[in-house]
């Protein structure tokens, strides 16, 4: 079973910056993708931001320029990078990874931007 844990969310004002850090029971070298999806209160989770096995990266249009996403195969973790938050950017961030064709989630991270 795989199992991912997220840190690093919290409260910040906007034009702030905070990083996201999600750990992985399993070496991440082997993964089919991993990334960071959101969901804010009454909207549908959407893709931040996915790094793949054969090294390509993602970002959704709303966080091009914003924000990184980064890994470290030696840790097993992907960070989130997140610069000049808005407060539109509130939202619960959960981590996400596929291997071997099976999704996991991770409980997510709090999120929220003041404005």
């Known amino acids: 079973q795989v199992q991912l844990v997220e840190s690093g969310g919290g409260l910040v004002q906007a034009g702030g910056s905070l990083r996201l850090s999600c750990a992985a029971s399993?070496?991440?070298?082997?993964?089919?993708?991993m990334g960071w999806y959101r969901q804010a209160p009454g909207k549908q989770r959407e893709l931040v931001a996915v790094?793949?096995?054969?090294?390509?990266?993602n970002y959704a249009e709303f966080v091009k320029g914003r924000f990184t996403i980064s890994r470290d195969n030696a840790k097993n973790t992907v960070y989130l990078q997140m610069n000049s938050l808005k407060p539109e950017d509130t939202a619960i961030y959960y981590c996400h990874l596929a291997r071997y064709n099976i999704e996991y989630w991770g409980e997510g991270t709090l999120v929220t931007v003041s404005s």
């Open positions: 790094i793949r096995d054969y090294g390509s990266i």
């Open positions: 399993v070496r991440i070298f082997s993964i089919n993708a």
